[in-house]
């Protein structure tokens, strides 16, 4: 009995034992099967994340070397192989963005969007690119309207903050300089599109159209050359160099009349000239000088006058200017304004005794314009002859005698005081030649606070003059002392 049970226990132990081993058979056969059922999936994930990986590093490079189409084109292929690549997705809306290719980053933030619902980060760079593209329209718009500083903060404090790389920013912001005369800014501007694509015929315009405004017209030209080499037949690059040469002809031509001394031609150039671009400053104000200059060899005081005052309103420094604006005014007769510009003109240049001469020659002008003007009381012109003088005296004497002018005896009294001072000097050849050359002589002639008195010693302790007309005055019988006069 014992040992029929030994046996029995140990059958069912080895059945057992068969059993535990059948068991351990089938997992490791099981383990072997996963194995090598999911060994090429899990390679083909890693190897999916590893590719992945390495695009979005050759995107990264394409950016830093500005290549945003070959870019662009990486994540085209990358999201035709994998639509569910969210962040290809995510990477092509921000280069377009970058690029200011609004309605095609729209579209690829939305579409990242849908596969990463409630992203906050591509929410606000979507927010974003409405600021940008909202900012640019209102640029464009400001520029068409001439509010061209307001369209350049739009451009700079929005559009290339959010869209850096936009090249339609660049062009309007380097357009926008130009317009706010801002030219070596856009210089710089244009140079920067410029270093990325050095054959780009509207940076190539606008680059040479800044340097055409300093008056750099060799600079100008070498750049419109450059592009019209590119494209013979480009429209805006034709215009700007074919006009630059016109104006550089039409300088020259004036410049060499007037040098030549055939003035009135060389006015015509010069307006001709001026004609050409009147926003034109830099040149401007040149030739607006040159037409002065020669306007004062002409005697045209009044319009020498406009052109030197043109030359003064661009640079309020220009000493030949001021020099030449004084000549004018000495032509037109405005002493007080001639001596003012010159002595500008002395203050600024103290060295230019050629400046200094022609202040005196004002100064003088100036003191012979506050003395009285003999002349103009005879009536006569400064070249009449003692004889024309002397009939004139007699004519004005006889007309202001007193006793001819009952009714306004003191008034005629003093006009005939003045009419006699001015025959004491006139009538006096030694005195004449000394007033003439602007020496002062009316110290001396006897005008006291009551001017000159003809009349004896009764006010002045000057000359008595007799007078004597035929018939006497009517009237009177030399009543008041005026009797009998005599020449």
């Known amino acids: 009995m014992e040992i029929r049970m030994k046996l029995c226990g140990g059958g069912f132990d080895l059945l057992a034992w068969r059993g535990f081993m059948y068991t351990i058979f089938i997992l490791n056969f099981v383990f072997c099967c996963q194995l090598i059922l999911l060994q090429p999936l899990v390679a083909a994930t890693d190897a999916k994340s590893g590719d992945a990986a390495a695009l979005f590093e050759r995107v990264s490079q394409s950016i830093k070397v500005k290549k945003y189409s070959e870019a662009i084109a990486e994540l085209n292929s990358a999201i035709e192989a994998d639509p569910a690549l969210s962040e290809a997705y995510s990477h092509r809306a921000s280069i377009l963005r970058q690029i200011c290719r609004y309605d095609e980053s729209e579209e690829s933030y939305k579409k990242f969007l849908e596969l990463k619902p409630g992203n906050s980060a591509a929410e606000k760079e979507l927010s974003q690119l409405h600021q940008a593209q909202s900012a640019l329209n209102s640029a464009n718009d400001l520029f068409d309207s001439g509010d061209y500083t307001k369209a350049l903060e739009y451009i700079e404090k929005v559009v290339m903050v959010f869209s850096p790389a936009c090249s339609k920013a660049k062009f309007l912001k380097a357009r926008l300089l130009i317009a706010t005369k801002d030219y070596s800014s856009a210089i710089s501007e244009t140079g920067y599109i410029l270093k990325e694509d050095d054959d780009n015929l509207d940076a190539l315009l606008l680059r040479g159209r800044a340097y055409y405004y300093l008056a750099d017209h060799d600079v100008a030209i070498r750049h419109y050359q450059k592009g019209l080499r590119l494209d013979p037949e480009h429209v805006e690059l034709k215009k700007a160099y074919f006009a630059l040469k016109n104006l550089l002809k039409k300088t020259k031509s004036a410049e060499d009349n007037a040098s030549k001394g055939k003035l009135r031609l060389a006015v015509e150039e010069y307006k001709a000239a001026l004609a050409l671009d009147p926003i034109h400053s830099a040149h401007n104000v040149h030739l607006h000088l040159g037409l002065c200059k020669v306007l004062v060899k002409l005697g045209r005081g009044k319009d020498a006058l406009t052109s030197c005052t043109e030359v003064l309103d661009i640079d309020g420094d220009q000493v030949e200017a001021l020099v030449q604006r004084g000549e004018a005014k000495l032509l037109v007769e405005d002493w007080e304004g001639a001596v003012a510009d010159l002595k500008s003109a002395a203050e600024k240049s103290p060295q230019d005794m050629s400046v200094r001469e022609v202040l005196m020659k004002a100064?003088?002008?100036?003191?012979?314009?506050?003395?009285?003007?003999?002349?103009?009381?005879?009536?006569?012109?400064?070249?009449?002859?003692?004889?024309?003088?002397?009939?004139?005296?007699k004519k004005l004497a006889l007309q202001w005698h007193p006793d001819k002018n009952v009714d306004n005896r003191e008034a005629a009294e003093a006009k005939f005081r003045e009419i006699a001072a001015a025959y004491e000097v006139l009538g006096d050849e030694d005195k004449r030649t000394r007033y003439d050359s602007g020496e002062d002589i009316d110290e001396g002639m006897g005008m006291g606070g009551g001017g000159y008195n003809p009349f004896g010693g009764g006010g002045g302790g000057g000359q008595q003059y007799t007078f004597h007309f035929e018939g006497g005055f009517p009237g009177g019988g030399g009543g008041g002392g005026f009797g009998g006069f005599h020449f």
């Not at 103009?376 to 009939?391: F, N, R």
């Open 363 to 393: 100064e003088r002008s100036l003191k012979l314009s506050q003395r009285k003007d003999w002349y103009k009381i005879l009536g006569i012109s400064k070249t009449a002859s003692m004889s024309e003088i002397k009939k004139a005296y």
